[in-house]
């Protein structure tokens, strides 16, 4: 990236620095407020399953363009449809992933239960989306926009960074990040600013999506299961959507089972009903199943499969997971591809302006001129593998280095991306552990926008943009995640 002095800024909600005195008593009432209000996490550092810590998070919001925020939440419905619409087009997946699955052990585990599914018949046609976009604002007006815009601002456009098809976390902690810095501005005395803070309704809107499946199965003794890790570090995100369901909905049972739990206790009725310990599920939440950790051996992938047989509604289904791979993202910015799935024109045109360069790494699909590109010049771009949860990506100068320990075949595992320069704004991260006085810090952020879906293939019946979520980091940060350790909490306040 370029140096700070050379990259716009965006200006602060409110005036920096704020007098060290009020500095201090507001980030202490602040971490407190955050902990009691389940803006909170387990720690890895020292785990104990009793003990929660304050998220890290930005003292005060930080600013975004209205202008692209609207943008953003009424393309949703279309990338909803999208996503649906490629879940359900065999041929291209097979095609898209064909290679991918030959090197990507994991990505090739998930395909074979696919394939199996699909020959065996899908049992349950009806699938549920919990989906997550993200995006960044783009500084570089070269490459960057299809349309005019003027330098006078420190953006261009927003760009797509991915789509996130299993597991969308921060429903909850999207809007509790919005609290936290809404009582942070009202000590502060600048309750004026709140009106620029959207509305954030994730976590009702995501959990209603789930409700609404379940009412669709009309099996009123089924419970909701909530696929989880071993341990659970990001625990409030997750709960608070099982007691939003609980209290909201008393009359359904949520239930949270590992992996391994449910190849124990996991098995099909007559009607292919799934059955834990015979308490029947109806529908399905992943939020665990991304990774390859997550599958100690034969029996989590055989508890997978046994989900995938069954006659519950799956959030991801096994073609949802595969449509979120990244092979499927960079297929999709191919020229021409997404009329495959989009009839309108004007629609494809508001997609196609928010994809980034992504280029394949197959020698069959030009993957040398991607190779070049990326070792001219390494810094402009950003190689991923097929992986979600963060921490996966290759940066800037250890491209030349990644790219060359891998031979032809494993080099089809992976996309190369144009990076994106966003705008920087500044502020204070509030960080546990720390008892150092918060400085003010060079930050970028990442919005993410929710969606909803659910239908089949050919009949799409629910279809909504539900809220957002806004992760910010150190400007020299390459990794952004809150959870695995890059990233903080933080809320957009809309600026003209």
């Known amino acids: 990236m370029s140096s700070n002095k050379d990259v716009p800024l965006l200006e602060s909600c409110i005036p920096l620095p704020i007098e060290e005195t009020k500095l201090l008593d507001v980030v202490e009432k602040a971490k407190d407020w955050a902990i009691m209000h389940g803006a909170a996490m387990r720690s890895k550092a020292e785990f104990n399953p009793d003990v929660l810590q304050f998220a890290p998070f930005i003292l005060t919001p930080s600013s975004f363009p209205r202008k692209e925020f609207e943008k953003a939440i009424k393309l949703q419905l279309t990338l909803n449809e999208l996503m649906h619409a490629v879940a359900h087009d065999s041929e291209f997946l097979r095609d898209t992933l064909k290679n991918t699955i030959k090197v990507d052990t994991f990505t090739g585990s998930l395909f074979e239960i696919y394939e199996t599914v699909m020959n065996e018949g899908i049992t349950q046609p009806i699938s549920l989306g919990l989906l997550r976009s993200d995006l960044m604002l783009e500084t570089r007006c070269e490459n960057a926009c299809q349309v005019q815009c003027s330098r006078a601002k420190p953006y261009c456009c927003w760009k797509q960074v991915e789509i996130n098809a299993i597991a969308s976390g921060f429903g909850h902690l999207g809007p509790a990040s919005k609290a936290v810095q809404s009582y942070i501005l009202n000590e502060l005395g600048h309750t004026d600013k ?72 996991g098995k099909l009725g007559t009607s292919k009903e799934l059955l834990l310990n015979g308490q029947e599920v109806s529908v399905i939440y992943f939020r665990a199943g991304y990774e390859p950790g997550h599958y100690h051996g034969t029996a989590e992938w055989d508890a997978r499969l046994l989900m995938e047989r069954s006659a519950a509604i799956k959030c991801p289904s096994i073609q949802y997971h595969l449509a979120g791979t990244k092979k499927v993202q960079q297929a999709l910015a191919k020229p021409g591809t997404l009329k495959r799935f989009i009839s309108n024109d004007k629609q494809i045109g508001l997609i196609k302006e928010i994809f980034t360069g992504l280029y394949s790494l197959d020698k069959a699909e030009g993957g040398e001129n991607a190779i070049k590109l990326a070792l001219a010049n390494p810094e402009r771009y950003v190689l991923k593998p097929q992986r979600e949860g963060g921490g996966n990506n290759v940066y800037g100068e250890d491209i030349p280095n990644a790219l060359a320990k891998m031979n032809e075949e494993e080099l089809s595992a992976w996309i190369l991306m144009e990076r994106i320069f966003p705008p920087l704004s500044r502020g204070y991260m509030v960080r546990p552990g720390s008892t150092e006085k918060p400085e003010i810090v060079d930050l970028v952020s990442e919005l993410g926008i929710f969606g909803t879906i659910i239908g089949t293939k050919d009949n799409i019946v629910y279809n909504k943009q539900v809220g957002h979520m806004l992760r910010t980091k150190l400007s020299s940060a390459d990794e952004g995640g809150v959870a695995a350790g890059w990233g903080a909490l933080d809320s957009p306040y809309l600026i003209d």
């Open 194 to 265: 709140l009106a620029n803070l959207p509305e954030n309704r994730a976590l009702s809107g995501l959990c209603d999506a789930m409700v609404e499946a379940w009412k669709i199965q009309n099996r009123p003794q089924a419970a909701i299961l909530f696929v989880i890790e071993d341990i659970t570090y990001n625990i409030c995100d997750q709960r608070f959507h099982e007691f939003y369901i609980r209290e909201t909905y008393p009359h359904i049972q949520v239930l949270r089972r590992t992996l391994t739990q449910i190849s124990q206790q």
